[in-house]
């Protein structure tokens, strides 16, 4: 299997951007569910830490981002704050390879005010806590209308930590035809009826971590 970047349908200028980062060749999970996620496959990926996984969802997700238009495109729910700023970073490298992208971190213990004053400024791609993504909602300072892909990251610590009910709003609030991704390291039973009910015809993926 080639498990270069280039071998992917990507653009020129992400391509670059990629091999600037010195990411050359795809990690066994970016390998094994780019291919699918760029077809526009929802996906259930089970990898461990360290693998890729940002990356894997982050290429699909700006490869369809449209940089021009000011709308929420993209949502990446994750358990905590640290990972929200984490896998936002990790979004704000690859995203270089795409124009100028404005990713919106919103997770709790922060103030809403300054959150809500970015989201007014425009952002593309929010990455944010359950609970917070949740009372923006509730607050309509957030607009997931045009949302065409939905991440769920380490989807099973979020369900750990009693997110279901806040994820299940959160999905009502996009648009039914949606990318769908899911992540996570284990497959409990909120897992498994999550997958469910908020994926379409998943491509299931698990690899090992050993790139
Ligand atoms: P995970 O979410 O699976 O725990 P991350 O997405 O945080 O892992 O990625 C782990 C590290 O690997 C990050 O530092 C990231 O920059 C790096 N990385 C991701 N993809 C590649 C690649 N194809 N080549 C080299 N490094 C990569
Ligand atoms: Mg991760």
Redesign the pocket.
Known sequence: MNTSFSALPLAPRMLANLSQLGYQNMTPIQAASLPALLQGRDLIAQAK???G??AAFGIGLLHKLNPTFFAVQGLVL?PTRE?AD??AN?LRRIARGVGNVKIVTLTGGVAMRPQVASLEFGAHIVVGTPGRVRDHLSRRTLDLSRVHTLVL??ADRMTDMGFYDEIEGIVRACPARRQTLL?SATYPDDIQRAAAAFLRDPLEVAVEAQH
């Open positions: 830490t360290g693998s996984k940002t994750c990972l984490q896998v990790e990251d380490e992540f």
